[in-house]
């Protein structure tokens, strides 16, 4: 079974390809995705790498974490769920709204 990783604090000038070649040494990648802002599409500076299984994902996240890529020590763990996400964000009385409507 894959798992995915989230790799934070990567270089702007990084492509999907040189994090595809990195994380290639440790195992076999599904896919990478650096994650752009909406507005200007410039890279926000992290990234998620699907590997094929969760042996070659710990050997990856045990070998990059911490290390300089770029200029940059990334940081390297186990992607939290979406569904996780949703889950921590707290909700108000009314829905979510943060102020009182007159």
């Known amino acids: ?4 990783l989230y790799v934070g ?12 070649n990195l994380f290639s040494q440790y195992g076999r990648v599904i896919s990478v995705k650096i994650i752009v802002d909406r507005f200007t599409s410039r890279p926000r500076g992290f990234a998620f790498v699907e590997m094929s299984n969760d ?7 045990n070998s ?3 290390k300089n890529f770029e200029g940059r020590d990334l940081i390297v763990a186990e992607a939290r769920s979406p ?3 949703r ?7 009314k829905g ?3 102020f009182r409507r007159f």
Do not use: C, D, F, H
């Open 83 to 85: 569904k996780n996400r």
């Open 1 to 4: 079974m894959s798992k995915t």
């Open 9 to 20: 604090n990567v270089a702007y000038n990084v492509t999907e390809g040189m994090l595809n």
């Open 55 to 61: 042996e070659e994902a710990n050997n990856a996240i």
């Open 87 to 93: 889950s921590q964000r707290g909700r108000g009385p």
């Open 96 to 98: 979510g709204r943060r």
């Open 64 to 66: 990059l974490n911490g």
